[in-house]
């Protein structure tokens, strides 16, 4: 199994159990990575039979400003959800930070989840 990642994307949507992060939009950090057979689109250089890393980006940032949670496990167990089931992508590990949640963790606070057969 090839593995398409995507690092450091960041999408702005609204988390958090305090009421007032209900009422602002927070900048999440994502990494990512999809399992992906890439020796098809490799094959013939087509781009059509690829995981589109492009794409995934735009539909992350696309489910990052539509959603409301409060807690960054059920984002990131819903996106992994629908990336995989949009993507047909058998393997997710999802990386998620919370930049600034915890002053003292300048890297940041978050959950790495990974779903699906490798």
Request: glycine residues 6%.
């Amino acid at each position: 199994m090839d593995t398409v990642f995507i690092k450091g994307l960041e999408v702005d949507t609204v988390i958090g159990a305090y009421d007032w992060e209900r009422t602002i939009r927070q900048c999440l950090r994502v990494d990512v990575q999809l399992g992906w057979d890439n020796r098809p689109a490799a094959l013939n250089d087509e781009l059509d039979r690829a995981l589109d890393y492009a794409t995934v980006s735009q539909r992350i940032q696309a489910f990052a400003s539509e959603a409301q949670f409060i807690l960054v496990e059920t984002f990131a167990e819903r996106l992994v959800e629908m990336l995989m089931s949009e993507f047909h992508i058998p393997w997710v590990r999802l990386t998620l930070t919370k930049p600034g949640a915890v002053a003292a963790a300048s890297g940041g606070v978050g959950v790495e989840i990974e779903r699906g057969c490798r």
